[in-house]
């Protein structure tokens, strides 16, 4: 059998097979009213088309766990009751496909407040400009200069922000998520704490190693006490920067050491599975990309921390991802742009490699 279309159990969760689909911003939701952050008829077709197709496991796009952690005005969030009761429907089809409803919690820290990619290709919107609103990082260090300043997070503020964690979690269950995963990379808030190239505080929550984790731990901490025993919890984690790999670069960022030790941190504390991915904290880093150009530091996690991983990043084959499995360098592997090309391709990988998947009855005939 296919080692792609093998179930995959984690505590008491068993999943249908390990093509994945990953996080991606759809841009789509209400920017304000009763019904601002939820989802539409939008991401329902969207969730829902890649869970006819066959993938075992969909994680939602970055959903906010308050309206400030949103990257745009017209992202998801799960911070009220409305959100929740438009999210049940999109569990319940995915469900009811055979998939696996996942969630992605996110604060986009001094990221946000931007306009969606199509428009002036995502320039940030100044606070008090139409729907913009202040961004907030770990220390007043704006991304890059087109980008707002960020309020630096007080000690009690972030503490708000661990609370707003814990409670969308709890929303995402009363949703009918069955995974949560708490999105740690690509440059938005709980990155920006790990990384020294963002974090120049100089209390309890930066400087040294423990103290830039300090927040992801509590985070960690904080929903894996609300999030059922028997249900599984990820963590998305940007391995590098991109920064200490390029001689000529001289900026000091995080690396794939500091992925590995804080792996074993993050597994002890109840996290069962990283999702590898990297780069965003840092403009301009020079990032080889390229296929399986992340694949290296999902290696290093499963291999060095004994966790298992996710692996991410221009998988676009059936049999790369087959070998990546058989190869023992990652556990699943996870499908962006390609399901966006092919909603189908778990299907169609299926077929290749002599796998099966559940078909919908409307689709048999295909």
Same mark, same amino acid.
């Given at each position: 059998?296919?080692?792609?279309?093998?179930?995959?159990?984690?505590?008491?969760?068993?999943? $249908?097979?390990?093509?994945?689909?990953?996080?991606?911003?759809?841009?789509?939701?209400?920017?304000?009213?009763?019904?601002?952050?939820?989802?539409?008829?939008?991401?329902?077709?969207?969730?829902?088309?890649?869970?006819?197709?066959?993938?075992?496991?969909?994680?939602?796009?970055?959903?906010?766990?308050?309206?400030?952690?949103?990257?745009?005005?017209?992202?998801?969030?799960?911070?009220?009751?409305?959100?929740?009761?438009?999210?049940?429907?999109?569990? @319940?089809?995915?469900?009811?496909?055979?998939?696996?409803?996942?969630?992605?919690?996110?604060?986009? @820290?001094?990221?946000?407040?931007?306009?969606?990619?199509?428009?002036?290709?995502?320039?940030?919107?100044?606070?008090?400009?139409?729907?913009?609103?202040?961004?907030?990082?770990?220390?007043?260090?704006?991304?890059?200069?087109?980008?707002?300043?960020?309020?630096?997070?007080?000690?009690?503020?972030?503490?708000?922000?661990?609370?707003?964690?814990?409670?969308?979690?709890?929303?995402?269950?009363?949703?009918?998520?069955?995974?949560?995963?708490?999105?740690?990379?690509?440059?938005? *808030?709980?990155?920006?704490?790990?990384?020294?190239?963002?974090?120049?505080?100089?209390?309890?929550?930066?400087?040294?190693?423990?103290?830039?984790?300090?927040?992801?731990?509590?985070?960690?901490?904080?929903?894996?006490?609300?999030?059922?025993?028997?249900?599984?919890?990820?963590?998305?984690?940007?391995?590098?920067?991109?920064?200490?790999?390029?001689?000529?670069?001289?900026?000091?960022?995080?690396?794939?050491?500091?992925?590995?030790?804080?792996?074993?941190?993050?597994?002890?504390?109840?996290?069962?599975?990283?999702?590898?991915?990297?780069? @965003?904290?840092?403009?301009?880093?020079?990032?080889?990309?390229? $296929?399986?150009?992340?694949?290296?530091?999902?290696?290093?996690?499963?291999?060095?921390?004994?966790?298992?991983?996710?692996?991410?990043? %221009?998988?676009?084959?059936?049999?790369?991802?087959?070998?990546? *499995?058989?190869?023992?360098?990652?556990?699943?592997?996870? %499908?962006?742009?390609? *399901? *966006?090309?092919?909603?189908?391709?778990?299907?169609?990988?299926?077929?290749?490699? @002599?796998?099966?998947?559940?078909?919908?009855?409307?689709?048999?005939?295909?």
């Amino acid at each position: 059998m296919s080692a792609l279309f093998e179930p995959y159990t984690l505590r008491s969760l068993t999943i $249908p097979n390990r093509a994945w689909m990953a996080p991606m911003c759809q841009y789509s939701a209400a920017p304000e009213g009763e019904l601002v952050g939820a989802p539409t008829d939008w991401h329902l077709q969207h969730l829902g088309a890649r869970a006819a197709g066959g993938t075992g496991l969909i994680l939602t796009e970055a959903t906010a766990v308050t309206p400030e952690g949103r990257i745009s005005p017209y992202d998801l969030g799960i911070w009220n009751d409305a959100q929740v009761s438009a999210f049940r429907r999109i569990t @319940g089809f995915l469900s009811a496909q055979g998939s696996v409803p996942g969630i992605q919690l996110a604060h986009a @820290g001094r990221k946000a407040s931007t306009e969606r990619p199509w428009v002036e290709r995502g320039a940030p919107i100044a606070p008090g400009e139409g729907y913009g609103w202040q961004p907030v990082g770990p220390s007043r260090l704006a991304f890059d200069e087109h980008h707002h300043e960020p309020a630096e997070l007080s000690t009690d503020e972030i503490a708000d922000v661990v609370e707003a964690f814990a409670q969308a979690a709890r929303r995402s269950l009363d949703a009918g998520f069955r995974v949560a995963e708490i999105h740690g990379a690509h440059g938005y *808030l709980i990155g920006e704490f790990l990384s020294p190239h963002s974090n120049h505080r100089t209390d309890g929550y930066g400087g040294t190693f423990e103290g830039r984790t300090r927040l992801a731990l509590e985070v960690v901490d904080a929903v894996r006490a609300v999030w059922p025993e028997e249900l599984p919890l990820f963590f998305r984690i940007s391995a590098t920067d991109w920064l200490s790999e390029n001689p000529e670069d001289g900026r000091e960022g995080w690396t794939g050491d500091d992925t590995v030790r804080l792996a074993k941190e993050l597994h002890r504390r109840g996290v069962d599975l990283l999702d590898v991915s990297s780069g @965003g904290n840092a403009p301009r880093a020079s990032i080889p990309l390229g $296929p399986n150009y992340q694949v290296p530091f999902a290696d290093r996690v499963r291999n060095e921390a004994g966790m298992p991983v996710a692996a991410v990043g %221009l998988i676009t084959e059936p049999a790369q991802a087959e070998e990546l *499995l058989t190869s023992g360098r990652a556990d699943a592997v996870l %499908l962006g742009r390609e *399901l *966006l090309r092919d909603p189908s391709w778990a299907r169609r990988a299926a077929r290749a490699l @002599g796998g099966e998947v559940r078909v919908p009855e409307q689709y048999a005939r295909s």
